[in-house]
């Protein structure tokens, strides 16, 4: 019977402490500690509700009681399954005691901040025990955005509109997937611009003008963006000029963002970033990549005063001229040799149009290096790695003379009707006019030509 009577002292003094050990269990009352006759503690258990903070009672007790707060759980953790509302109400419950316990510690006192460590874990866990119906959609449409909700939580980003920080960690935020515009959810329906994305792939062209302003007046001196009110003094809003648009913004839309403006380039061939706002500098960062300008017909004396231009120039035309090469050589196509342009595919259409990317590398140097190394290597393929294009090279009908000639050799003209090579020596020596074209046009003469007729007739 002993051994019997052992067994069930320790069955209930297991269920007693597991009783205790929960942290949103009342705690027991001085009634609750009487034992009955029999010597033996009451059973507790574990469904009681919180207690409410009991009027009166010391200060010091307050850092005990955080136990029956719940604020010993790890509240980061992943929640498991799902929480009932019971759970967020007592979260909540445990919130507000925590307010009243940290208005009540001395100031500054260690346990108040522990309090306050304590509070913002508990709003996290209640923040991650929302409700999951609460939760905003993956995919948003706006004004031509296209928003899509960000899973990252560690990455520190300002929002585009409300130009605060996002929080990642317990707020929801969007990005446009076309111009990269970033917002919290709550500042999607307050977003008033479209998406520049959608100009970028109608109407892709720059303001050439340089600085176009039209003054303040022009914009009832109101923000260019967001109409707010704006003035030069500050008040109620400063006004920023964009220098690229020409208008002026209010803070908000205006960040104080540094852009290479395209006029500057084109007129001026001035490379020094200037501010901008956030919707230019967007509009200006798809942009950089797209060949737009057509620099012959915009600014033609540029390629008089930067003589690297002159360069890339004759550098694209040859590539133009070696483009017939490749396309009907079948070990250049499985070389795949114009992949080498992939990032530039204007280069092998056309020697007239360029971007700004273009236009920067210029200025830096490195574009003329990169394009030479790549002639390098499509000449070399054609001059001395492959027989079948080498097949196709010319030789000099005034002289008849010399190495066979291809029209991108540096000492060699290339007729424009006929496209026949020649010695550039011999070609201006002899006439400006194409041997091969003045036979073809003898030939033409003698077919039209009736008997007894006069040609010039």
């Known amino acids: 019977m002993k051994g019997w009577d052992a067994m069930e002292h320790d069955e209930k003094l297991a269920r007693f402490r597991q009783a205790h050990l929960n942290p949103f269990n009342k705690p027991l009352g001085p009634r609750q500690h009487e034992q009955e006759p029999s010597g033996k503690a009451q059973e507790v258990t574990s469904e ?18 955080m136990m029956d707060l719940g604020l010993s759980e790890d509240h980061f953790s992943r929640p498991v399954g799902l929480f009932l509302a019971s759970d967020v109400q007592q979260l909540r419950q445990a919130i ?9 510690l001395p100031e ?19 923040q991650e025990l929302k409700d999951p119906n609460e939760e905003e959609p993956n995919i948003r449409v706006l004004l031509q955005h296209r928003f899509y909700k960000e899973k990252s939580k560690s990455v520190k980003q300002t929002c585009d509109k409300c130009n605060t920080i996002i929080w990642g960690l317990i707020q929801t935020w969007y990005t446009c997937t076309g111009c990269y515009y970033r917002c919290h959810s709550k500042c999607l329906n307050l977003i008033s611009k479209p998406c520049v994305s959608s100009k970028v792939s109608h109407q892709a062209e720059y303001e050439l003008n340089i600085c176009p302003e039209t003054g303040l007046d022009s914009q009832d001196y109101r923000c260019a963006e967001c109409r707010a009110p704006i003035s030069l003094r500050g008040v109620p809003s400063e006004a920023r000029q964009c220098d690229y648009t020409g208008q002026y913004y209010c803070s908000h839309c205006h960040w104080n963002d ?43 004396l540029l390629f008089n005063y930067v003589e690297e231009l002159v360069e890339i120039r004759k550098l694209r035309q040859d590539i133009l001229l070696m483009k017939p090469y490749f396309i009907t050589c079948k070990e250049a196509m499985e070389a795949r040799l114009l992949l080498q342009l992939q990032d530039r595919q204007h280069f092998v259409e056309n020697d007239e149009m360029y971007s700004i990317q273009d236009l920067l590398e210029v200025h830096v140097g490195r574009l003329s290096c990169s394009l030479t190394e ?84």
């Open 258 to 300: 540094l852009a290479v403006i395209p006029a500057r380039v084109v007129h001026n061939w001035d490379f020094e970033p200037r501010k901008v706002s956030r919707c230019s500098m967007r509009y200006l960062a798809l942009m950089v990549s797209r060949p737009v300008l057509r620099l012959r017909e915009i600014n033609p």
């Open 374 to 457: 790549i002639h390098t290597l499509f000449a070399k393929h054609i001059k001395l790695d492959c027989e079948r294009c080498q097949a196709k090279g010319f030789v000099c009908e005034l002289c008849k003379e010399g190495d066979v000639l291809f029209p991108f050799d540096s000492h060699t003209s290339v007729c424009t009707d006929c496209s026949a090579v020649f010695h550039r020596d011999c070609y201006y020596d002899n006439s400006t006019t194409c041997p091969k074209c003045a036979r073809l046009n003898l030939r033409k003469q003698s077919l039209f030509q009736e008997p007894g007729l006069d040609v010039d007739a």
């Open 96 to 104: 507000e005691e925590c307010k009243q316990v940290i208005l009540e």
């Open 48 to 65: 009681e509700t919180l207690p409410e903070l009991p009027t009166g009672e010391p200060e010091f007790h307050y850092s005990e009681r």
């Open 108 to 126: 500054q006192s260690e346990k108040q901040k522990d309090a306050v460590v304590r509070l913002i874990h508990l709003r996290l866990k209640l």
